[in-house]
């Protein structure tokens, strides 16, 4: 059928066209013959779907693990992180739930193998060649600031903040604006009443024990608001710390946050109590009482009624106050 | 440390800044993932590298594994007795750096986490150290004294 087509495109006088289309019909009917013929001999039960355009099948020869020599470069059989190709590993693994009676598949077409992520491009080799190649990169700590509390003394402020690295459908994660901001108290020029000012404003961010205050901000959408945020409060609260209004001077006693012996109901009793007992000697009533102040039991029942009245009802604070009473009525 | 060059040149990218470093007292890095003996290999990877770098560690430790479990219908319709339980495994790796200055934070971390093997996942958690800045000093009060007008 073919040649025919082309004998009478032969006869219409185009040369060059026709030729090639005779070549090309020619071609085709002796590969198409060549392959009918092997198609029919060879593989009959595949129904001969591959009978046009397959190629005769090779045999996949030595895997690539026999021509490998023993001293060669790894990092260039597996540079980057690739998938397990079990020709290319010259181990004898083994991996999967054994066989009845016998033992884990072999690594020649096991697809356990191939899911589980490997770490053949980071062999202790190419992880000291990468690092050889990253060091000119890297940064010498300064050798002057060895412990916490050189740190610490001339870099108090602390910013923490995280970054997070996930597979999933987006790369960004919301908690990493998040930005911690911590200071110690002590670092800072802050005189009494600015530090009592500022324990007031902060309230609860501030930790008594280890005199750290710490803010965390996570009002804004980026990590550099964020942190800009928390040094605008920082600095804020610092003013305003040391700023002396006029209604500050009407703190009464209850605003106090610590608890103050002089001029209290608890210093009036007892001097009125040994007044009445007399244990003194007589004179004026003011040089009286300064005598009393000055006497080691009250200065004593002093102590213990402070240390009540701050830290709380335990057991120590109460047998100290116990025994100072019983010193000071001489029961 | 160093900075990117903006020249196209191929020959020098980087040259050398006046920026002072970032100094971090504390890195943290956790890593999650389902398989155990992926962390184990992966934080051999991560010592070693920290190791060869001269980076300090301070903790290499693994915290307890999290197991979420859930317990769900076999069937799609009816059958409300038999049930099927799956679980979901997370077993984590801590690595604490000490003493770590910016540039070197960030090489190391890039080489960390370019080869994160898929399936896991990481949580860096960075202290950074700072002076206390120039305008904390001192109270500005004391220049400009403050005007009596009663604040709200």
């Known amino acids: 059928m073919a040649l025919l087509g082309g004998r009478m495109f032969l006869s219409l006088g185009r040369s060059n066209i026709s030729n090639l289309g005779l070549k090309q019909t020619t071609n085709r009917v002796t590969y198409a013959t060549a392959l009918s013929v092997n198609s029919s001999a060879g593989n009959k039960e595949r129904g001969g779907r591959g009978s046009v355009g397959r190629r005769p099948r090779r045999d996949p020869g030595e895997p690539r693990t026999g021509k490998m020599p023993v001293d060669q470069d790894w990092a260039s059989v597996y540079p980057s992180a690739t998938p397990f190709r079990s020709n290319a590993v010259p181990l004898p693994v083994r991996m999967g739930y054994p066989v009845k009676g016998g033992v884990s598949p072999e690594k020649k077409g096991n697809l356990e193998l191939v899911k589980i992520p490997n770490f053949l491009h980071l062999t202790p080799a190419a992880i000291k060649k990468h690092c050889e190649a990253l060091k000119p990169f890297c940064t010498e700590w300064p050798s002057a600031l060895d412990t916490d509390a050189k740190c610490d003394e001339h870099f108090p402020i602390k910013i923490q903040s995280s970054d997070y690295v996930s597979a999933g459908p987006s790369v960004r994660n919301p908690s990493a604006r998040i930005v911690h901001l911590k200071v110690k108290l002590s670092s800072l020029n802050l005189d009494e009443h600015a530090r009592k000012k500022m324990l007031k404003l902060v309230g609860e961010r501030y930790c008594k024990d280890s005199d750290i205050l710490s803010i965390k901000t996570d009002c804004c959408p980026l990590r550099q608001q964020n942190y800009e945020y928390a040094m605008y409060l920082l600095t804020v609260l610092y003013h305003e710390s040391w700023k002396i209004e006029a209604w500050e001077a009407e703190k009464t006693a209850a605003d106090m946050e610590e608890y103050s012996w002089e001029d209290s109901p608890s210093q009036k009793n007892i001097l009125d109590t040994l007044l009445r007992m007399k244990v003194a000697g007589e004179g004026e009533e003011a040089e009286v009482r300064e005598q009393l102040l000055a006497r080691g039991e009250v200065q004593e029942y002093k102590d213990s009624v402070v240390r009540l009245k701050n830290e709380g009802a335990n057991e120590n604070s109460m047998l100290q106050y116990k025994e100072a009473v019983k010193k000071v009525l001489n029961v | ?152």
């Open chain 2, 1 to 152: 440390p160093l900075a990117r060059c903006c020249c196209c040149c191929c020959c020098c990218r980087f040259l050398p800044t006046d920026e002072p470093d970032t100094l971090f007292q504390k890195v943290v890095v956790l890593v999650k993932g389902h398989d155990r003996a992926v962390l184990d290999s992966y934080e051999f990877f991560a010592t070693m590298a920290a190791k060869e770098l001269g980076i300090t560690m301070a903790k290499v430790f693994e915290p307890p594994k999290d197991i979420e479990r859930l317990t769900l219908l076999k069937s799609v319709h009816i059958y409300k007795k038999h049930r099927v339980q799956y679980e979901m495994r997370t077993h984590y790796r801590c690595i604490e750096l000490h003493h770590i200055t910016g540039c070197t934070a960030q090489v190391y971390l890039e080489y960390i986490q370019r080869n994160l093997p898929e399936g896991v996942a990481m949580e860096v958690t960075k202290t950074a150290m700072e002076k206390i800045p120039d305008h904390i000093l001192e109270p500005m009060w004391k220049d400009h004294p403050i005007d009596d007008k009663p604040s709200k």
